[in-house]
Antibody, heavy 123, light 106 residues
């Protein structure tokens, strides 16, 4: 069974940092692109970042570019999101999701998602 | 960046109704359009990928169509478990989601 389990969320002050993790199991992690998608309270889904299966390609939303860094460790079946210079508008539930792609950004949809981890940025 | 606009933003319907939700892209995205269902407090679930392909395990009452800039999600006969929020997503270029359509019981 495919499982994605996020962790690392919590309360952080503006300007602070947080590192999210996503532990994958039940599939060959190294063959899938992985993504972070967030959802602010009461709002719609917002794509945050994507990384190709071998980490060759990384993509970021303009809203997080220069502040967030996506990475993965295929040996540990894990995906990460390092979030720096956090702002109040980064408050959201952060989901990791897998996608089957040909190496670029275009996919066959995000077919499995984790349960999400809540990040709250507040003083 | 490509903007995705869904209509309507909310919709009231009854069990057994046929429902159509529209998603429009600000420029052509070929068929790189996916549909998701999300229930409160839960993660999104992929329903349709590549505009018209039914994800494994999804009931056949769900269907998708369109290409270029205009796309539709149709539920042929609403079931009680279908009341949820539906979102479209493009990944022709930097991914983006529509604002969502909340489907409520009439």
């Amino acid at each position: 069974e495919v499982q994605l389990v996020e962790s690392g969320g919590g309360l952080v002050k503006p300007g602070g940092s947080l590192r999210l993790s996503c532990a994958a199991s039940g599939f060959t992690f190294s063959t899938y692109s992985m993504n972070w998608v967030r959802q602010a309270p009461g709002k719609g889904l917002e794509w945050v970042s994507s990384i190709s299966s071998s980490s060759s390609y990384k993509y970021y939303a303009d809203s997080v570019k220069g502040r967030f860094t996506i990475s993965r460790d295929n040996a540990k079946n894990s995906l990460y999101l390092q979030m720096n210079s956090l702002r109040a508008e980064d408050t959201a539930v952060y989901y990791c999701a897998r996608a089957l792609t040909g190496g670029g950004i275009r996919s066959l949809g995000y077919d499995h998602w984790g349960q999400g981890t809540l990040v709250t940025v507040s003083s | 960046d490509i903007q995705m606009t869904q209509s309507p933003s909310s919709l009231s319907a009854s069990v057994g109704d046929r429902v159509t939700i529209t998603c429009r892209a600000s420029q052509s995205i070929s068929s790189y359009l996916h549909w998701y269902q999300q229930k409160p407090g839960k993660a999104p679930k992929l329903l349709i990928y590549s505009a018209s392909s039914l994800q494994s395990g999804v009931p056949s009452r769900f269907s998708g169509s369109g290409s270029g800039t205009d796309f539709t999600l149709t539920i042929s006969s609403l079931q009680p478990e279908d009341f949820a929020t539906y979102s479209c997503q493009q990944d022709y270029s930097t991914p983006s989601f529509g604002q969502g359509t909340k489907l409520e019981i009439k």
